[in-house]
C-alpha cells in the first residue's frame, strides 16, 4: 500500500503530532508499505524532497504561536512527483498549511483522504485573539466554524479519544469518526536506566534521594495549567516533596515568578530543555506523574509515564477515561482536597505504591504503536475497498 502523511508539523520539531507521525510511519514501514511525508521545511530542512520527505516553503509566524510556521502560497510545483507515485491513501495530520495539498494530491489520484484531529483550536484561543473575554469568546466560535469547515471535507476523521469525537460532534461534524488512541513505543519508555544515571541526575537537580519527586514532562505553555501544580505545591514543599518539571516553554518566566512569591524555589525544579532520546530516562525520576491541563486531547506525556511504570495524578477530563483507573493506576483528581486526598493516599501506603507499579507494568503494551498501527490500517483497507 502507498500512503502519503501530510503534517505541518514534522522533526526537529519536538510535540504530539510528530510523535503520533513517526510511530504510524515507523509501523507501516515495518509492515512493507510505501511512505511518504508532505511537510514543511524547518529547522533547517530544505525545500524540495529528501528521501521519501518532501519539504514546502514556509514562513515564520512565531509571533502568533511559539515555533509556528505557515506554508508559502505556491506549493504545486513541490507536490508533481508525489501525483505521480500515486498513493493509495492520504492521510493528513493538521488542518492549515499541509491541508489543501493533501485533498489536492488525493483528488489528483482518486485516493481517500483521512484526517486524525489532534488539536482543539478552542483551547488555544489566547493566541488567536488576544484580549478581553470578548474577544476570547469570539476566537472560541471561530475555532469551531474553522474545525468544522474543514474537517467535513475529509471522507474519515480519527481521534486520539472519545473526548475529541463528542467535541466534534458538537461542531456539526458529520463524517465517520474513528477514535483511535496514539501509540507510543512501550519498550523504550519501560527500559529503566541504571542506578547509577538515576542517582547523579537527581544529585545533578539538587533532589534528595529519598524525597518523593511529583514529575511533569512536557512544553511550559499557559493552557498546560500548571500553575495550579504550583498553587498546591505552597502547602507540601517542607514535607520533603518536590516538583520536577521537566521541557521548556513560554510559560516558564510565568512559572518562576510564582515560585519566588511562594517561597518555594528550592522544592521546584526545572531541567530545561532535554534531548528528546533522553525524555524516556526522566520520566524513572518521578513517582507520581503530575498534570493540571484540561486542553488535551489525548495527552501522550499520561501514556508514556505509565509504560515507564509511573502512576497517574492528574485533572479530571475526558480524555483519560479508559487510561487512568482511579486507585488502580493513579487518580483523577477534581480540586485541591481530591489532590492532597490521593496524594497523602500514594504516600502513607506502601502496598498501594507497589500494586500500582505492578499494574501499569503489567497492562502497558495496549498503548503501542503496533496495536495503533493496525487500526488504522484496518481504516486504509476499508476505505481503499469503497473506492
Known amino acids: 500500500m502507498k500512503v502519503l502523511i501530510t503534517t505541518d508539523w514534522y522533526k526537529p520539531a519536538v510535540n504530539g503530532v510528530v510523535t503520533s507521525v513517526l510511530n504510524l510511519k515507523n509501523e507501516l514501514e515495518m509492515r512493507g508499505h510505501d511512505v511518504k511525508v508532505l511537510t514543511l521545511a524547518q529547522g533547517g530542512a ?20 511559539p515555533d509556528a ?3 508559502f502560497p505556491k506549493y504545486k510545483k513541490y507536490i508533481r512527483h508525489i501525483i505521480e507515485w500515486k498513493p493509495d491513501v492520504v492521510h493528513s495530520q493538521c488542518e492549515i498549511s499541509t491541508y489543501k495539498p493533501a485533498r489536492f494530491i488525493a483528488r ?21 485573539i488576544p484580549g478581553n ?12 466554524q474553522f474545525s468544522k469547515r474543514t474537517v467535513n471535507k475529509f471522507d474519515h476523521v480519527i481521534t486520539p479519544s472519545k473526548k475529541v469525537e463528542d467535541l466534534l460532534r458538537t461542531y456539526g461534524i458529520t463524517k465517520p469518526i474513528s477514535v483511535i488512541p496514539t501509540g ?36 511550559l505553555a499557559q493552557e498546560k495549567n500548571l500553575s495550579e501544580i504550583l498553587g498546591y505545591m505552597k502547602n507540601l514543599a517542607h514535607d520533603d516533596i518536590y516538583f520536577l518539571v521537566v521541557g521548556d516553554g513560554p510559560y516558564r518566566p510565568q ?13 521546584v525544579v526545572f531541567t530545561g530543555k532535554v534531548n528528546p532520546a533522553e525524555v524516556n530516562n526522566y520520566y524513572h525520576l518521578g513517582d507520581l506523574f503530575v498534570n493540571a491541563s484540561i486542553s488535551e486531547t489525548q495527552g501522550l506525556t499520561y501514556i508514556e509515564a505509565l509504560s515507564a511504570g ?12 479508559g487510561i487512568v483507573e482511579n486507585g488502580i493506576n493513579g487518580w483523577q483528581y477534581k480540586d485541591e482536597l481530591d489532590f492532597y486526598f490521593y496524594l497523602d493516599e500514594y504516600r502513607e501506603n506502601a502496598q498501594l505504591r507497589e500494586a500500582m507499579k505492578k499494574h501499569v507494568k503489567e497492562n502497558r503494551m495496549r498503548f503501542s504503536t503496533g496495536n495503533f498501527a493496525e487500526a488504522v490500517i484496518k481504516i486504509y483497507e476499508e476505505l481503499i475497498e469503497l473506492r
Not at 489528483?108 to 488567536?128: D, K, R, S
Not at 473575554?133 to 469551531?144: E, F, I, R, T, V
Not at 512559572?255 to 522544592?267: A, H, K, S, T
Open 133 to 144: 473575554h470578548l474577544s476570547h469568546l469570539l476566537s472560541h466560535q471561530m475555532a469551531k
Open 69 to 71: 510556521i505557515l506554508r
Open 46 to 65: 530544505e525545500v524540495g524532497t529528501e528521501g521519501n520527505v518532501t519539504y514546502l516553503p514556509s514562513i515564520d509566524v512565531s509571533r502568533v504561536y
Open 255 to 267: 512559572m518562576e515568578e510564582m515560585i519566588r512569591n511562594y517561597g518555594i524555589e528550592d522544592y
Open 310 to 321: 509511573v502512576p497517574l495524578l492528574c485533572r479530571k477530563d475526558s480524555c483519560l477515561d
Open 184 to 219: 507510543i513505543e512501550v519498550e523504550r519508555f519501560a527500559n529503566i536506566p541504571e542506578k547509577s544515571w538515576i542517582d547523579a541526575k537527581k544529585k545533578e537537580l539538587g533532589i534528595p534521594e529519598d524525597a518523593m519527586v511529583l514529575i511533569s514532562i512536557g512544553r
Open 108 to 128: 489528483a489520484c482518486g485516493a481517500p483522504v483521512i484526517h486524525t484531529y489532534h488539536t482543539v483550536y478552542e483551547y488555544y484561543a489566547q493566541y488567536l
